[in-house]
């Protein structure tokens, strides 16, 4: 017998009969002779709910406590949808995440998977049970419960499809799949058929938000193949795997946007040896979470130092290196928001050169202005005016063909 | 250092701003040097609308399932409690029923309490902490998360006591105390400074809804002495305690009334050795709860059977009884409905004579006739028109002085 393991996202479990609608699919999927295990977020609306109650009670709340009251979330979750597989007349059982084995470290409210034993899960498998399993938790060794933070239930999928040697693992969530780009941003966005991991990891940091990255870097660590698709209708979905030699002969997968960047340029910082150290030290000390950093060649003896970051990031800005900048006799400090992020991701990008010069001159085509450019080995990102970023992120997607 | 185990129950924790308010009782016990133990139900509603959630996924949910989604309710308030004593500057940490050692039989929905041992809530007490412990719930040996039915909080709080040998229990809830009657009823109703564990459980199986009898009977049955106050207000509530030589002074310690009340009645059963015993497998048989059982002396070889139930058990009398009347040759099943019952309650009536007559002769006085009486040592209950429920409370209360 084939098994297989399927994640349900919050929507796809916002209410009693959407709840009702993943029974029907989890049952279609036992008819058709698997064995199945079910992961389940917390029902749409319901996280954010005790939040709110959390901060009521405490302007700060213990993460500790944060956990136990965010668990509830997919306890309350497994219940439901084991009593609605139940009222089809099929065995399912619930199970928490300590119940389903799986072990974390302490660090609460971003808990990492140390351990999956999944011994009782194996046995109600073998006696012809539907598992139901808790998204998202977990217990540490001495019993404390944790979470494991953003994207965690997608993390306890994967983790557990691994961990019992499924066949396939299908993360069921409120969109077809793996687009292109954004449909909403480009009209002519195709779904694709299938996604290196390396791809979707470029993708889901390039702001692409289908998945976390960390679930990839773990499918990818332990090889589990995954399908991303909709809990809303039968479409095929995504398929997620290692690059395969086929995959090389396209050059550009998707194209990826983000907005809401923010530029920060510290000027004419003198071109000595541990100055750049200098200024991210402190930047890592004010935890400041950046992501592009460019510095050009000197002249007259200094460099301009850039960084982008989330403009969410930039209150910590000033005060984490106003000081640091003038130790190291840099002129200013230079911060502008309103810039977007473009990336092409792709793992032909590799075998195929010319690719970044074709982005450019789309770019340039449609007016657009590129201010900062960064590279890796499957991704060419470029830094430009948001209000930009739709034209943009159109032209590139049309010079590539990756139109419907 | 004296240790003290607090119960709050849903509607002292109903909202943050309630849980707060709990936060600063538990903080002000502590500053006076008790170690403390706080036992919390689910907040007001909660637990409803987990219900009609489940209700809504499947017609007949199963219980094991319905265990792991009620446990939820309790869960959000002890991490919630937790935060919010945090808040005030306080060490504090939640424990869910399993964590806190309470072990119980395997009975769904209404588990019994098999076995406690607090290992771990103990720890955190020698380590200062408050420890904030999930009502209702425990699991069983082989890890099933279970509920304990209704008044299980209560339950909770009397046995962890129990188990740590507290020096005193505490039951908040959202009245002052046990009442002479409940005020509603009766204007002049004054609050009990004391009541005997057995008085208490005889109010309790009289309709006076303040605890549920089990968890008298376990506090009774290991000595746990504990006091039913409000949690909104600092007035002293109502000991309940083992019996002493001064409660005997008082012949009725209150009234209690139960609305809703039918009665049943086999006519003319012939009065031969089994036949009550053939009725009552019957009445066992269909699940029917009963109260009060009333057989005469026989005339013309037949006697009559009649006993009270509450009006909601009488859907099943008909299909249960319908049959065995027939079989034993008695002459009809007559059910009527419309009746209510009056308890007077007191230890003291062991000692004293006249009581039940004083009660019959108030009734009578008022106007109010009696259908059906029944006694045990502390208690004298009568059957009467349920729309003369307040009148014969009010009369039999100022008859026995009971009033402010």
């Known amino acids: 017998m084939s098994l297989i393991v399927q994640k349900y996202g919050g929507t796809s479990v916002g209410n009693p009969e959407r709840i009702k609608n993943v029974a029907r699919r989890v049952v279609a999927a036992q008819e058709q002779g698997h064995g199945v295990v079910v992961v389940v977020s917390a029902m749409s609306g319901v996280t954010d709910n005790l939040i709110r109650l959390a901060r009521e009670c405490s302007p700060n709340p213990e993460e500790r406590e944060m956990d136990v009251l965010l668990a509830t979330g997919e306890q309350t979750t497994i219940a439901l949808t084991a009593m609605a597989i139940n009222a089809l007349g099929k065995k399912a059982i619930s199970l928490t995440g300590a119940q389903a084995g799986i072990v974390t470290d302490g660090v609460h409210t971003k808990a990492k998977i140390s351990d ?7 046995q109600h498998l073998d006696d012809g049970y539907i598992c139901i399993v808790a998204g998202f938790q977990g217990e540490t060794k001495d019993k404390r419960i944790t979470t494991l933070g953003r994207g965690g239930s997608d993390l306890t999928a994967i983790a557990l499809a691994a961990a019992v040697k499924a066949d396939l693992c299908q993360i069921f969530t409120d969109v077809d799949g793996v687009y292109t780009c954004d449909p909403r941003v480009v009209p002519t966005a195709k779904k694709l058929d299938e996604i290196s991991f390396d791809e979707m990891l470029e993708m889901a940091s390039s ?18 193949v995954f399908e991303v698709r909709s809990s809303f209708n039968d479409n095929p979905g995504t398929i997620v795997k290692e690059e395969t030699k086929s995959m090389e002969a396209v050059v550009v997968r998707g194209v990826s946007i983000e907005k809401n960047q923010a530029k920060v340029t510290v000027r004419a910082v003198p071109d000595r040896p541990g100055v750049a150290a200098r200024v991210f030290t402190a930047v890592a000390a004010a935890n400041i979470v950046i992501d592009m950093i460019v510095q050009n060649v000197s002249h007259d003896g200094t460099t301009d130092i850039s960084f982008t970051l989330n403009k969410d990031e930039l209150p910590k800005v000033e005060t984490g290196l106003g000081k640091v900048v003038k130790e190291i006799g840099a002129r200013s400090l230079e911060i502008e928001s309103g810039y977007g992020k473009l990336s092409i991701i792709g793992v032909g990008m590799r075998s195929h050169s010319g690719v970044a010069a074709k ?20 991704k060419t990102a470029v830094i430009i005016d948001e209000a930009k970023l739709t034209d943009g992120a159109n032209v590139v997607h049309e010079a590539f063909g990756l139109g419907k």
């Open 207 to 224: 702001g692409s938000k289908v998945m976390q990255s960390r679930s990839v870097e773990f499918a990818k660590k332990f090889g589990v």
């Open 359 to 378: 982005m450019f001159e789309a770019l340039s085509k449609g007016g657009i202005n590129i201010v900062m450019i960064s590279t890796s080995e499957i």
């Open 116 to 122: 999956l034993t999944p011994k009782q899960l194996k």
